[in-house]
């Protein structure tokens, strides 16, 4: 069973993959301006609470109950219980729409990295458009559009067809390191131009005064951009965890990858916000800040060669960021055909199933694609957005207003934050943190500590804390 099924050759491969699930679009987009938007350092401190109170235990937890009945996500809620089964379809389900929008952003990620380096060769990258202009461009060229994602859902392919330790982790072993480096160019070449301070104010001066005037709405932003940045919630980290063996010790890796997740998207705060600024760009939220703004800092505001040098590295290690997070949710969706394979007694074809999987996302993604990420038909693209189809014209719900926000909240809006809720209720009321522990000792010479804290946190507080992320999601989408 192992074998059909694959483990990981080493703790530090293991460890780039996980934490290459972690960082991802939402450590690079989401965290700076959000940290900003809600009180800077005061954000970072509810943020780490988050962490090490909901983040570890929920990491913990899902690695714990992976590794143990060695199954992905179906396979795992089906061996503790018949009518827990669902909640891994739910997990399965999740990383299948996030990936179909996931890869159409990854594919647009592509666009610009090819378009700053076909300008360090001297060609025209952007069709001689500004920021704004193009992405509007860009985003309603349908055959465009869809070429890249395809591109980008065929490297998944690649990777992931490849196997645990052969593809993705002899991928992210590289990636990784790489990415780190390039981020480390970048805060370093941004912290050098005149004018960054005020970015670096923006993202970390603490305002506490927010924690007593808009508490709520702190917690619901750091709570939610917390479980998403650690890929939990949808049993990612329980198929990851499936392939580790029982000589790796959870008890660190539960602390190692939130941390190192953590110390990325703070870096991104103190590479993006800082470039914003120092070039004049005002600090905007959600896909503007990638493509439009970002995008303008270095072919406009930078400029000339170092423009399209730093231009290039940055959508580089965007691109490497979002692949070792997309792979992440291909394999969650690849695991459950293998291991449903494997239980009919058949030897499982991880190449055909990634990729008979895969094509079925991308078909589910091709409206994300073509609707000009919210402009709709009115706005020049082929498609319209789902609010069109519904009939609905007035006070837009965000649930509606384009097919990747559609996506998102059937995902990341409802399924996931459940999920994560089930789980540490299956875990502290159901089966018992015991459970968890026992998956733990099973390392010679290793502990759980805190173990008291930790039942606390699966009983009573992450529980708690994914409803109020469920409520603030249902609010922010409807
Ligand atoms: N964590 C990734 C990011 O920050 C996204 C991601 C990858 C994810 N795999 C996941 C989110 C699984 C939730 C669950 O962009």
Redesign the pocket.
Known sequence: MEEQRGQWGSTFGFLMAAIG???????IWGFPYKMGKCGGGAFLLVYLLLVIFVGFATMLGELALGRKYGRGAVGTYAAIGKKWTWVGYMGVA??FF?LAF?SVLGGMVLRYMIGFIMQIFGGSGFEGLGGGDFFGSFTTNAAGMMAYYAIFMAVNIIIVAGGIEGGIEKFTKIAMPALAAILIVVIIYVACQPGAGEGYKFAFVPDFSILTTDFFTVLKTAAGQMF???????G?MITYGSYLGKEQNLESNMIIIPIADTCFAICAAMAVLPACAAFGQEYGAGPGLLFITLHEVFNVGMGGFIGNLMGFLFYFLVFLAAIT??I??LEVCTAYLIDKQIEKGKEPDRKKLTITIAAIIFLVGIPVALDGLGAGRAGGAVLDIPATFLGVTENIPMAIDCWLDFYDCISEGIM?PLGAAIMSIIIGWVIGTKVVADEVAETPGVKLRAVAIMDICFKFIVPAIMVVVLIAQIQDFF
């Open positions: 699930s972690a960082v991802g679009l939402g450590n999740s990383g996030i996931y998403f940045s650690l890929s939990l919630g949808m990612c997070s997309s992440s949710l996931m």
